[in-house]
C-alpha cells in the first residue's frame, strides 16, 4: 500500500500582500494501487497564477487516472507527455476566453505516477522531485529549472518539459515546490558529496524515522505541515507545497551514522566564504604558508 500526505499553503510574504496561495496540488490513488501525485507554483508576479496551478494539477492528474484505470501495459511516459499538453491547452484556453496576456497565468508543474516501486514523473519548472532509494540513497530524480539560477521556466515553455522513468527501487517520493524544496539542497551543501540535508528530510519521507501508517499518516501529514509553517521553516517566505508518498511495505536500509548526522555548518560556511571572498582570506593564507616554509627542517649540505 501506498500512504501519501500533501498541502499546500500560502507563504509569509504572500500573507503581508493579502494575496492568495499561488500552489496547487492533486494526490489519486488508483484502484491498481498506484498513485498520481500532481503539484504546481504558480508564478507570484502572474494576476491568475493561483487559477492556473489548480487547472495544471487537476487536468493532468485526471488525465493520467483516465487512462491508467482498467488498463494494462500503457505507456506512463506517453500519457504524462499528453497530460501536460492538455494542461497547458487548458489554461491557454481560458486566458484567451478572458482575453487575457497567457504570461498572466504562468504556472509550474510536476507529475508523478508511483506503483510503489517506480517512479515515472514529468516536471516542469523551479521545483522538484526526490527519491529515496531502497539502498538507503536520496536522489534528485528531476532537476529544478531556472534562468541564471533567478527566474522560472513555467509551463507554457514547451521546450523544458522532461520525462522519464527512475528504475532504480524506490520507498518513497518525495514532491516540492521551490521554497520548500531548497530547504532540503541549502546553499552550502553545494558540492558537498551529499548535497542533500539529510536529518531534516529524512523527517518527511524516511519511513524508518515517520513510522507512517494506514492509521496514523493524516496525523504524520498535519505534524509535518505544522513544522513546515513553525518558526523553525521561518525562512520559507514563499508559498509552501509538499506531496509525499510513502511504501508502507518497506523502508530503506539504513546506512553508516555519519550519513546522517548533522552537517558541521561553521566550517562549510568557512568554506564558501573563501570561495565567495577569496580577497579577504589572501592573508590568512599567505600567513599559514610563511608558518609551513618556517617549519621546514633547513637543507642539509652535501658533505660529498
Not at 491557454?92 to 515515472?120: A, C, M, P
Not at 516536471?123 to 533567478?150: F, N, R
Request: charged share 30%; with cysteine; hydrophobic share 35%.
Amino acid at each position: 500500500m501506498i500512504l501519501s500526505y500533501g498541502f499546500s499553503d500560502v507563504g509569509s510574504s504572500h500573507t503581508k500582500k493579502d494575496a492568495v496561495c499561488q500552489d496547487s496540488n492533486k494526490i489519486l490513488t488508483l484502484e491498481n494501487g498506484s498513485v498520481i501525485a500532481a503539484i504546481a507554483d504558480g508564478v507570484g508576479s502572474c494576476r491568475y497564477s493561483d487559477e492556473s496551478s489548480k487547472i495544471a494539477v487537476e487536468t493532468a492528474a485526471t488525465y493520467c487516472a483516465k487512462e491508467i484505470e482498467g488498463s494494462n501495459g500503457v505507456d506512463l511516459i506517453a500519457i504524462i507527455e499528453k497530460s501536460f499538453t492538455l494542461a497547458e491547452r487548458a489554461i491557454d484556453e481560458l486566458s484567451l476566453s478572458r482575453n487575457h496576456l497567457q504570461t498572466e497565468y504562468d504556472t509550474t508543474l510536476s507529475l508523478v505516477i508511483y506503483d510503489g516501486k517506480t517512479v515515472t514523473y514529468g516536471h516542469c519548472g523551479d521545483g522538484g522531485i526526490i527519491g529515496l532509494s531502497k539502498s538507503g540513497d536520496y536522489i534528485k530524480v528531476t532537476e529544478p529549472q531556472k534562468v541564471d539560477g533567478l527566474y522560472v521556466l513555467p509551463l507554457r515553455d514547451k521546450s523544458r518539459w522532461v520525462f522519464g522513468s527512475h528504475e532504480e527501487e524506490i520507498v518513497s517520493v518525495l514532491l516540492a515546490t521551490d521554497g520548500v524544496y531548497d530547504t532540503f539542497f541549502p546553499y552550502l551543501l553545494k558540492g558537498q558529496p551529499v548535497e542533500v540535508y539529510i536529518p531534516l528530510i529524512r523527517y518527511f519521507m524516511d519511513n524508518n524515522i515517520v513510522k507512517a501508517t494506514a492509521k496514523n499518516i493524516d496525523e504524520i501529514g498535519k505534524e509535518r505541515r505544522d513544522f513546515i509553517n513553525s518558526e523553525a521553516c521561518a525562512s520559507i517566505t514563499d508559498d509552501k507545497t509538499l506531496v509525499v508518498l510513502i511504501a508502507d511495505d518497506r523502508a530503506a536500509e539504513i546506512k553508516d551514522e555519519a550519513y546522517y548526522k548533522e552537517p558541521d555548518w561553521d566550517s562549510l560556511q568557512q568554506e564558501w566564504n573563501k570561495k565567495a571572498y577569496p580577497h579577504l582570506y589572501k592573508d590568512e593564507e599567505k600567513m599559514i604558508d610563511n608558518e609551513i616554509d618556517e617549519a621546514k627542517p633547513s637543507a642539509q649540505s652535501d658533505p660529498g
